[in-house]
């Protein structure tokens, strides 16, 4: 029997946390994406706290009438920002089983011309 939009992806959420892990130095950048909105945020995985974070209904960037694809690159310049002031510069992505196209691939671009490096 075929496996559901959602099971696949969590299995592959899965498979990738195997590999991909965040430390204070270089934290790891997960990201959510639901039909209208687009989360980030930057998650230090050994003290299990969350260093910043991004979202699509932050009020700067949701007064702003853009695409979903432009407000996911705006949404990864503003996490860059928050983690520059934070003294994050490097980051691991998680794509959080989402494949890297469309509105993942805009955030991770907005992140990159923000400053952050992965």
């Known amino acids: 029997m075929a496996l559901s939009k959602m099971e696949r992806r969590e299995r592959i959420r899965f498979r990738i946390r195997k590999t991909v892990t965040g430390s204070a130095e270089r934290p790891r ?4 994406r639901s039909n209208k909105e687009i989360y980030a945020q930057l998650i230090d995985d ?12 932050d009020k700067a960037i949701d007064t702003a009438k853009l695409s979903k694809t432009d407000t996911a690159k705006l949404v990864g310049k503003t996490l860059a920002e928050v983690a520059l002031k934070a003294g994050v510069s490097e980051v691991t992505f998680d794509r959080g ?3 890297y196209h469309g509105r993942v691939k805009s955030l991770a671009e907005g992140a990159r011309e923000g400053g952050l490096k992965f």
Do not use: D, E, N
């Open 97 to 99: 089983g989402y494949l």
């Open 46 to 57: 050994v003290s299990g706290k969350t260093i910043g974070a991004a979202s699509s209904r």
């Open 29 to 32: 950048l997960a990201v959510f």
